[in-house]
């Protein structure tokens, strides 16, 4: 969940914040390696380290651009910059691409990349990837090498998504001989490479070698996974981790004001804090239903009681940093009256199953205090994230109700597949989707504006607000990205003084 911060993926749900630390990031004498390492506190532990098969933002941000590579990736700004390619060429009819790959490239098996990956990579997200965004490439015809440093990718139809699908985690290069344990074995081209993996605590990553661009300037980065946001506090605080990589409890950024020893980073993620709503099955199979919800919820109270005022509100399912942006916030303003009258006088009792994350568990609290004002009883149970949450909800769908943070970039689409957990279905919603991806760049975003308003008149799930950067780090760490747009956190820029 897109990155379900959190997800899953399917074109959408981040659904996780990573962490990291352990051993290599405490104390140490200043110029040595050990002190030069750096820990970052997350939350939301992968499961496994293989994001072909298992959903979950959680791996992408710790091993895409880290690890892996892919041909191109997503800069601060939002565009396309390259990576395995050094350029690429699009035809006339916008569907043949040709990319020029960089040479010289290994992957940390030893074995070189070239254009035989490429074909192998792609040609495999068709037929061994399990995850559901996979049907973003099914735009693509064939996958040919031309040369060794030439790979060409011939399209059904021109495609606006198709060159920012390559910058996901669908893009990522696999090496032909690395794929016989993704779980455990990642092998990829990235500036680091997998070291300890300490299951329940810590991911370490080490520089590769090997790599053919600039290499780090830390020697380790651990990724230090915490259950709760007062622990990852704690661990800051006393030198136990160098960062945190997503506040899980913002109220608590005063901890951190003395400028002496922290610093605070404040941006903004595509990460769409979506309260899901089941549209295959009554009581929000009834639009009336669900548009009740959207007016009986006090958007702005609630991002000050949950998250501290921080965050934005969005109204539908496009950040601003996206050029069909458009404010939809006025759409269902908050009216408990109209939300009575459209229930028309009948009360509900539903479930509200939620991921154990500390976003996820405070807004549940405020959704359900203002649900029960107009007539809804929402019970809420936590489900341990992300086995049980993927499982019980993401998967078999049983659930009235959830909260989780799509943090994928650009996943409206994920509305448009109604096996997907939101159940959604409007045959129009698809149309608009498609025609956007094939039109011009202005049809694009008028066809995006279309669909967007029309997800948000359907009340096919409610925005609570869309989910804040927020950084808090010891002074002299520098690197650290001020927003999050992309899938992984990029540790590649990051250095400690």
């Not at 651990?222 to 960062?243: E, S, W």
């Not at 997907?420 to 608009?432: A, C, I, Q, V």
Request: proline share 6%.
């Amino acid at each position: 969940m897109r990155r379900i911060g959190t997800w899953i993926a399917a074109g959408g749900l981040l659904l996780a914040m990573a962490a990291c630390g352990g051993g290599a990031g405490g104390g140490g004498g200043t110029g040595t390696p050990q002190a030069r390492s750096l820990s970052v506190g997350f939350v939301a532990e992968p499961a496994n380290l293989d994001f072909t098969s298992t959903e979950g933002a959680a791996i992408p941000q710790a091993l895409l651009v880290n690890v892996y590579e892919g041909l191109v990736k997503l800069g601060q700004d939002g565009k396309i910059v390259p990576l395995l390619a050094e350029k690429w060429d699009i035809s006339a009819d916008r569907k043949t691409y040709t990319f020029t790959l960089r040479r010289d490239v290994k992957f940390s098996s030893g074995a070189p990349f070239t254009a035989d990956d490429v074909v192998f990579s792609l040609d495999r997200v068709r037929t061994d990837w399990k995850l559901k965004i996979k049907s973003q490439l099914d735009v693509v015809d064939k996958v040919e090498k031309k040369d060794d440093s030439t790979a060409v990718v011939t399209l059904k139809r021109p495609s606006n998504g198709f060159l920012y699908s390559m910058a996901t985690r669908l893009g990522a290069m696999f090496s032909r001989t690395g794929v016989a344990d993704l779980a455990n074995k990642p092998v990829g081209t990235g500036p680091y490479v997998l070291g300890a993996w300490r299951r329940g605590d810590s991911i370490q990553l080490h520089p590769n070698p090997a790599y053919w661009g600039t290499k780090p300037k830390l020697p380790t980065v651990t990724l230090k996974y915490f259950k709760d946001a007062t622990a990852m506090n704690n661990a800051l605080l006393t030198g136990g981790i160098d960062v945190i990589s997503s506040v899980q409890a913002p109220e608590s950024l005063q901890q951190f004001a003395d400028p002496n020893r922290f610093q605070t980073i404040e941006g903004t993620t595509n990460g769409e804090v979506v309260l899901s709503m089941n549209n295959g099955r009554p009581p929000f199979s009834d639009k009336n239903v669900r548009q009740a919800v959207r007016h009986a919820i006090d958007h702005k109270a609630l991002l000050e009681t949950a998250w501290a005022g921080r965050g934005e509100q969005i109204g539908t399912m496009v950040p601003p940093t996206d050029p069909w942006y458009e404010d939809r916030t006025g759409d269902y303003p908050y009216d408990p009256a109209k939300a009575r009258q459209l229930l028309g006088g009948k009360t509900y009792s539903v479930k509200m199953r939620i991921p154990n994350l500390p976003y996820a568990v405070a807004s549940a609290q405020v959704v359900k205090s203002q649900l029960a004002q107009v007539g809804i009883t929402a019970e809420i149970e936590p489900l341990e994230f992300p086995a049980r949450w993927l499982d019980q909800v993401f998967t078999k769908g049983d659930y009235d109700l959830s909260i989780i943070n799509h943090v994928e970039p650009r996943d409206m689409g994920i509305f448009a597949d109604k096996s997907y957990y939101f159940h959604y279905d409007n045959p129009e919603f698809g149309k608009l989707l498609a025609a956007a991806d094939e039109g011009t760049e202005q049809e694009q975003t008028d066809d995006l504006k279309q669909a967007a308003k029309l997800l948000s008149d359907d009340a096919a799930a409610d925005w609570l607000f869309l989910f804040p950067n927020l950084i808090v780090a010891k002074k002299g760490v520098t690197g650290l990205p001020k927003n999050a747009i992309a899938e992984s956190f990029d540790f590649t820029a990051l250095a400690k003084q």
